[in-house]
């Protein structure tokens, strides 16, 4: 399994964290599904603002299983540019997450 894999891999388990706290990430799984982990992220990370499974996460004490959690792991950050490790850190920063 390569390291795509393997973060594609890690945001299906943010899935079911957020699964197992009553909620459906529907549309993070349909991105997920239709273009793998790293260009969803990518996707996501290029707007300035977060989307609502976010708040969602952060409502229910999930922060740390976001998919901005899992960009800024020492073992992923390889796969994005540091504009997109700088915003992920940016929206958990704001909500009072500091990984």
Known sequence: MNLED???KALDGTVEAAKAK???PTFFIRMLAEHGGVETA???LAHRDPQTGLFELYHRSL???SMEAVVLQDKFRSLFTEKELVEARRRLEE???YP
């Open 6 to 8: 393997e973060f594609t």
């Open 22 to 24: 009553n909620y459906n």
């Open 95 to 97: 909500l009072g997450y």
């Open 63 to 65: 922060l740390h299983e």
């Open 42 to 44: 990518r996707r996501l």
